[in-house]
């Protein structure tokens, strides 16, 4: 499945793009989110513990850690990648205020 982040990764991979290039990139995006879910008691939080792991969301990090996982890139580039994430995440939170 394609999306901007996973054909944005396949350019920096194949060297069309520099890492710091998708990084700035990365900043400016919006990025979809899970809502979180706060088990109320102890009972809900072992349940969520069984259950099995929040489907793939396209278009989100869960495409930064798929290109992570198959080697597409380093764990140098994943901390700057994710950094990106983070930083256009807390300017997006910054406005909703």
Request: net charge negative.
């Amino acid at each position: 499945m394609s999306s901007e982040v996973s054909e944005l990764l396949d350019a920096m991979h194949s060297g069309a793009m520099s890492l710091d290039e998708v990084a700035q990139r990365f900043k400016s995006r919006r990025w979809p989110r899970r809502r979180p879910h706060s088990p109320a008691t102890y009972l809900e939080m072992a349940a969520e513990e069984l259950q099995d792991p929040e489907p793939y969301l396209p278009g989100s990090f869960d495409d930064v850690i798929a290109a992570y996982d198959q080697g597409k890139i380093s764990r140098d580039q994943l901390r700057v990648l994710s950094d990106a994430v983070a930083e256009a995440q807390r300017a997006e939170d910054a406005g909703a205020e």
